[in-house]
């Protein structure tokens, strides 16, 4: 089985755009979750989708948005870029299987 | 307020050493998960946990209910496993909760 992919694997934006990031989840797998990783504060939830409905989310602002498509592919979408919206974007698959990571540096 | 903390935060040893790291949480949990995180990000799921232990080779995870409580032993340490270990609990409500993780570097 293919692992779970993520796209793209590195991002530079500016502050004030916006950034769309892509999670491909092992094949047959319907949950996909999202985290946020920087240095200061550590790994954190941003929100879990299932059948194309979110079913949990953690506490970020609205800026922070997702979905889920029917093959089970997730984007998630950051509006208004801020600096400390830099670090490694992590999806993972059924809540275990993890993929690479994106990694956004925002200018 | 931190609903996981994990000790201790920083951890060296030699080649062969007995590892344990400990976890506690205060939510109520469906899961218990250990990760290990080496450096250039990549997460791998060690053990996903809802009670008792498991066993992976080198790699023993257990947990403890009653006691919000769980452990990850590392049998005769080696060099790859230098990397860090978070223990991260998912609620009943499907929240997802880090522990600020273990950096542990063994030394040959």
């Known amino acids: 089985k293919a692992g779970v992919t993520q796209t793209p694997r590195y991002l530079i934006k500016t502050r004030g755009q916006q950034v769309t990031l892509s999670c491909s989840p092992i094949?047959?797998?319907?949950?996909v979750s999202w985290y946020q990783q920087t240095p200061g504060q550590g790994l954190q939830f941003l929100f879990e989708y299932f059948s194309e409905t979110q079913r949990n989310k953690g506490n970020f602002p609205g800026r922070f948005s997702g979905r889920q498509f029917s093959n089970s592919r997730s984007e998630m979408n950051v509006s208004t870029l801020e600096l400390g919206d830099s670090a490694l974007y992590l999806c993972?698959?059924?809540?275990?299987?993890f993929g690479p990571g994106t990694r956004l540096t925002v200018l | 307020k931190n609903e996981v903390e994990q000790s201790p935060q920083n951890l060296t040893a030699q080649e062969g050493e007995f590892i344990t790291i400990n976890c506690s949480y205060s939510?109520?949990?469906?899961?218990l998960h250990w990760l290990q995180q080496h450096p250039g990000g990549g997460i791998v799921s060690l053990f996903m946990?809802?009670?008792g232990k498991k066993k992976h080779g080198r790699l023993i995870a257990t947990i403890n209910i009653q006691e919000k409580h769980s452990s990850l032993h590392i049998t005769a340490s080696h060099p790859r496993d230098s990397a860090v270990y978070i223990c991260a609990v998912r609620s009943a409500g499907n929240q997802f909760y880090f522990g600020t993780g273990t950096s542990l570097t063994v030394i040959p």
């Open positions: 094949s047959g797998h319907r949950s």
């Open positions: 939510v109520g949990i469906s899961a």
């Open positions: 993972a698959s059924n809540w275990e299987f």
């Open positions: 946990l809802s009670s």
